[in-house]
């Protein structure tokens, strides 16, 4: 992975304010992805990391402030929208349709694709990556592992052709063996030049596939830097790398 930022802003989070009813989940939170970076956004569970995600992906609409996206204001926009701009959202435990089949779980993350014959190469190259989807493409996505989900969930988003992958939590719940196997995925879609904002627990190992870093704390941006600072940060060493 390259440490060295392209310095092509993608993404940029401006002054964000977003809130559950009376309760203020973001409290004026700014953040800046270049293209072809990995950044991860660590935090504590509570600090407002899955609701920044959302309100970038549209899924929440921030009280203030402003997402833009390659320039454009799209703050507020439909998130089917957003999508189809090119930000795509993994969430926090895979979102896929369980009763569904691996193969049609694959073929809705191209659904606002019309180019059938690159989707259906596409769909066999992930098929290739992960033997095991390959096996089970007929059976429903709710007997796979959650490792085996996750790579799924991951694969069914690189079907939608994103320009920027908003991955959340993608190793929660999953052993280390398979923690391993998404982080390598992981390296490999940014290897491909997607570019990725990564909201991950396990802080050395966002860290050390990223370019950049931002801690949340209570709503609120507390740090930001290049990963490599930020993994010799004393404070992220105290509250997240201690147990890692």
């Given at each position: 992975?390259?440490?060295?930022s ?11 304010v977003?809130?559950?009813?009376q ?7 700014s ?15 509570g600090?407002?990391?899955?609701t ?31 999508t ?17 089949s ?10 606002l ?23 089970r493409?007929a ?10 989900q996750q ?10 052709r ?33 570019t990725?904002?990564?909201?991950e ?9 990223s ?10 941006m ?7 600072e930020l993994l ?8 997240y790398?201690?147990?890692?």
């Amino acid at each position: 992975m390259n440490t060295e930022s392209s310095q092509t802003g993608m993404l940029a989070v401006e002054d964000v304010v977003t809130a559950y009813g009376q309760i203020v989940a973001l409290k004026g939170v700014s953040l800046e992805v270049n293209e072809g970076d990995v950044v991860c956004l660590l935090g504590a569970n509570g600090a407002g990391k899955t609701t920044l995600i959302s309100t970038i992906s549209g899924i929440l609409r921030p009280r203030s402030g402003r997402v833009r996206f390659q320039g454009q204001d799209v703050t507020g926009l439909k998130a089917s929208r957003i999508t189809g701009m090119g930000i795509v959202q993994v969430p926090e435990g895979r979102g896929i349709f369980t009763q569904m089949s691996v193969h049609e779980n694959l073929l809705m993350g191209a659904h606002l694709r019309n180019d059938a014959a690159a989707v259906q190469s596409e769909i066999e190259a992930a098929y290739a990556r992960f033997p095991v989807l390959a096996e089970r493409r007929a059976q429903k996505a709710g007997v796979l592992s959650g490792g085996e989900q996750q790579m799924l969930a991951l694969e069914r988003a690189l079907l939608s052709r994103p320009k920027l992958l908003l991955l959340d939590e993608p190793s929660m719940g999953l052993s280390p063996i398979m923690v391993e196997k998404v982080f390598d995925t992981i390296r490999q879609i940014a290897q491909r030049g997607v570019t990725i904002l990564l909201v991950e627990q396990n802080a050395r190992l966002a860290l050390e596939i990223s370019n950049r870093a931002y801690v949340l704390a209570n709503g609120e941006m507390a740090m930001s830097g290049s990963a490599s600072e930020l993994l010799k940060s004393d404070l992220v060493q105290e509250a997240y790398l201690g147990a890692a």
